[in-house]
């Protein structure tokens, strides 16, 4: 969508872009590469599959761009994108190098800068977001969800779909096992999702799950549980695009409440005046935690963020390169050391490394779902202006216009003498 913006600016002659995706036909994104392209645009399933059919030829790349770098390499496409580079020729015929682009929400991560390290020239590292920071219109709290303290998904066993990760244990309230727990857990993060909602009043609210499974599992025990009260829809990859468009509008339009997703598909949604988040699961990467919760706290409105952190390891599915089908319909519940696709999830480790990451140790709230009011001046409406805290964003830019305008220059500078630099050593 932005090329096809852009592009609206350019001179003849027209830049020609293609966007490939699975779940729609091919037939006519095989017509269209016939006829000549500029730029392609896709997901790497479609990707390959025109690529390996002989449809579209890298033969004469200048420029590969990764977007989203580290939920690729989380999704397991690491070695996709290897080969993919490795069939880019690294000089064109006309002696022009190839330029590689890679943009990441978590620039930083290990993964992100392996792949760099690995593939990239010299790479230039550009930090537009800086240090992690929790935004002062952010009150974010965590509940430890503890199934030996709290054994109320002795009764929900029933009511509740979990991953089916310990379908073959022998799960029962009496057997205490580390994956009894486990899917106790399961069953509670559900269940606290319905109270945090039901204390709350939330009638807006992003839902981050950690996978697609997770995702779909949710969303079945809101309808389960029923009414306009926990209208929702899913948002993650597994959904055809048409599907996933038309589910972002309804949550856009206010015709449902809740909007469950995953990290991966969440990125780049701007939705103004959210009010509520709600973490089922912490991400394993710390900057995603930022990430996630700086969906609410906009444009000076108060946002809560809910975080539910399991007091015991959980079981969870972890499909990497090794898993033949890639997570679809995998059953394969041994550890990841064993050759299968679980392994532990550890959150009150990745808790830690959060607050760590931001120097702060985060608000706890009990299973009641209650957010104290001492917390801020007087009673906080999540998805309002901010009134009595210190906000006056007008003054705040008036106050800030002298050193951006400061900041302008010098960048000006900065880019003059690295351009003058620059041909200078041709």
């Not at 699975?22 to 390959?48: M, W, Y």
């Not at 790349?61 to 939920?71: H, K, M, S, T």
């Not at 509008?249 to 701007?270: S, W």
């Amino acid at each position: 969508m932005s090329i096809v913006n852009f592009k609206k600016y350019l001179k003849d002659p027209m830049v020609r872009e293609l966007l490939v995706v699975g779940g729609v036909p091919a037939k006519q994104q095989i017509a269209a590469l016939n006829s000549g392209i500029d730029i392609v645009v896709g997901t790497p399933g479609r990707l390959e599959d025109l690529i390996q059919g002989g449809y579209l030829s890298l033969t004469h790349c200048r420029f590969f761009v990764l977007d989203e770098a580290d939920g690729l390499l989380k999704q397991g496409f690491t070695e996709l994108i290897n080969k993919l580079h490795r069939r880019i020729p690294k000089v064109t015929s006309d002696g022009k190098k190839l330029q590689m682009v890679v943009c990441s929400a978590t620039l930083h991560s290990f993964e992100v800068k392996k792949m760099a390290e690995n593939l990239m020239s010299f790479p230039t590292w550009v930090d537009l977001k800086g240090e992690d920071a929790v935004p002062e219109t952010v009150h974010h709290v965590v509940v430890m969800v503890d199934p030996q303290k709290d054994k109320s998904w002795y009764n929900l066993r029933s009511h509740i779909l979990t991953d089916g990760v310990h379908h073959r244990n022998n799960i029962r309230p009496g057997n205490i096992t580390a994956e009894t727990l486990s899917e106790g857990v399961k069953i509670m993060k559900g269940e606290y999702c319905i109270r945090a909602i039901k204390e709350h009043k939330m009638d807006r609210c992003i839902i981050f799950c950690r996978t697609k499974l997770d995702c779909d599992n949710l969303e079945k025990y809101f309808r389960q549980v029923g009414g306009n009260e926990f209208s929702c829809v899913c948002l993650h990859g597994d959904r055809k695009p048409p599907e996933r468009k038309a589910n972002l509008e309804k949550f856009k339009r206010q015709e449902v409440k809740f909007l469950i997703c995953t990290d991966v598909v969440a990125r780049g949604l701007d939705i103004t005046g959210l009010p509520f988040m709600i973490n089922v699961t912490l991400p394993d990467e710390k900057s995603n935690y930022v990430h996630r919760i700086g969906r609410v706290g906009r444009t000076g409105r108060m946002g809560l963020a809910i975080s539910l952190v399991s007091s015991v390891p959980e079981k969870v599915w972890y499909h990497g390169e090794w898993c033949p089908s890639h997570g679809r319909n995998c059953s394969n519940t041994n550890l990841t050391l064993q050759g299968g696709c679980c392994t532990w999830y550890n959150e009150p480790q990745y808790l830690a490394e959060i607050e760590e990451h931001l120097n702060i140790t985060i608000e706890q709230i009990g299973p009641d779902l209650k957010v104290p009011l001492n917390e801020f001046d007087g009673k906080v409406t999540y998805g309002e202006k901010c009134i009595n805290r210190g906000f006056n964003y007008q003054n705040h830019v008036q106050q800030m216009a002298p050193i951006v305008a400061e900041l302008a220059t010098y960048e000006s500078k900065a880019q003059l003498y690295y351009l003058k630099k620059h041909f200078a050593m041709r």
